[in-house]
């Protein structure tokens, strides 16, 4: 948590900063509250932004929701942070406390992401501002490098608990569970 509001203050900063030096610059560039709106909307409308932590939401859901058949038959958590006692392969949490859990941390995802995509968007404006003949050029690139990042991100932060769901469906019907 400390991480992201320190990441939200140098944004923050540098988009206060960044605002001040390109209307104090030139004149000819619109006023710093066309570019928060400019920067705000451009992340608002860019699933970029949101693919991270709807994809972490989705794929933590599948896992514990395929999870609750092997604690119904007393099996237990393998994951500390959604055990009773915080400590691995013991009783797990409520379904209610780990719905929570997962809100959260998709939460946390999504907040990364955005802090990335204003951050990227803050620079793609400085550069068209600066290399305004090769504007097409940078947002293409912009755009490439949030859909990496993004994809990054999703995999990440996902791909352990897609590989959890498989095993546990797999393990469910083995046993006879479902």
């Given at each position: 948590?400390?991480?992201?509001?320190?990441?939200?203050?140098?944004?923050?900063?540098?988009?206060?900063?960044w605002s001040t030096v390109s209307v104090s610059a030139q004149t000819q560039e619109p006023p710093a509250?066309?570019?928060?709106?400019?920067?705000?909307?451009?992340?608002?409308?860019?699933?970029?932004?949101?693919?991270?932590?709807?994809?972490?939401?989705?794929?933590?859901?599948?896992?514990?929701?395929?999870?609750?058949?092997?604690?119904?038959?007393?099996?237990?958590?393998?994951?500390?942070?959604?055990?009773?006692?915080?400590?691995?392969?013991?009783?797990?949490?409520?379904?209610?406390?780990?719905?929570r859990r997962i809100a959260g941390d998709s939460v946390r995802v999504l907040q990364a992401s955005l802090?990335?995509?204003?951050?990227a968007r803050i620079i793609e404006r400085g550069l068209t501002g600066r290399y305004a003949n090769h504007?097409?050029?940078?947002?293409?690139?912009?755009?490439?490098?949030?859909?990496?990042?993004?994809?990054?991100?999703?995999?990440?932060?996902?791909?352990?608990?897609?590989?959890?769901?498989?095993?546990?469906?797999?393990?469910?019907?083995?046993?006879?569970?479902?």
């Open positions: 948590m400390k991480n992201h509001r320190s990441a939200w203050l140098v944004a923050v900063a540098a988009l206060i900063l509250t066309s570019f928060v709106r400019e920067i705000v909307k451009g992340v608002a409308l860019d699933p970029t932004t949101y693919a991270p932590g709807v994809i972490t939401y989705g794929a933590m859901r599948l896992d514990w929701n395929s999870s609750q058949v092997f604690f119904r038959n007393g099996y237990v958590e393998e994951n500390a942070g959604y055990t009773i006692s915080g400590v691995s392969n013991s009783a797990s949490i409520s379904r209610r406390d780990g719905n802090v990335h995509n204003v951050t504007r097409k050029l940078i947002r293409v690139v912009g755009r490439i490098e949030r859909i990496a990042a993004a994809s990054y991100l999703s995999y990440v932060m996902s791909a352990v608990h897609f590989r959890q769901w498989r095993k546990n469906e797999q393990l469910a019907r083995q046993l006879g569970f479902k």
